[in-house]
């Protein structure tokens, strides 16, 4: 069983920054990939990023270049430091990690993020 808490929501002007952080804690064994998943009102959730036990990384389209993912595996927390932020960036954000193998993940409680135009 994993648990995880994020921080780091807000509201920003477009342009600006942010980093969301995710804290990962509970029961498990290991902790596999760890990504960024956003849903706005009326849409579709969509993956944001993700990255690998080992560090390898993946981007949606729309934020490459302006997003980066990152993880400190000593203290289980990932983060996703957002630059540039646009309106249509706007969205909770919600942590999603893989643990123990078996597709089992856990989804952090989401932060909202608004960007004004």
């Known amino acids: 069983q994993v648990q995880l808490v994020e921080s780091g929501g807000g509201l920003v002007q477009a342009g600006g920054s942010l980093r969301l952080s995710c804290a990962a804690s509970?029961?498990?064994?290991?902790?596999?990939?760890m990504g960024w998943y956003r849903q706005a009102p009326g849409k579709q959730r969509e993956l944001v990023a993700d990255?690998?036990?080992?560090?390898?990384?993946n981007y949606a389209d729309s934020v490459k270049g302006r997003f980066t993912i990152s993880r400190d595996n000593a203290k289980n927390v990932v983060y996703l430091r957002m630059n540039s932020l646009k309106s249509e960036d706007t969205a909770v954000y919600y942590c999603?990690?893989?643990?123990?193998?078996?597709?089992?993940?856990?989804w952090g409680q989401g932060t909202q993020v608004t960007v004004s135009s």
């Open positions: 509970g029961t498990f064994f290991s902790i596999n990939t």
């Open positions: 990255i690998t036990s080992d560090g390898r990384t």
């Open positions: 999603n990690v893989g643990f123990d193998g078996l597709g089992r993940t856990a």
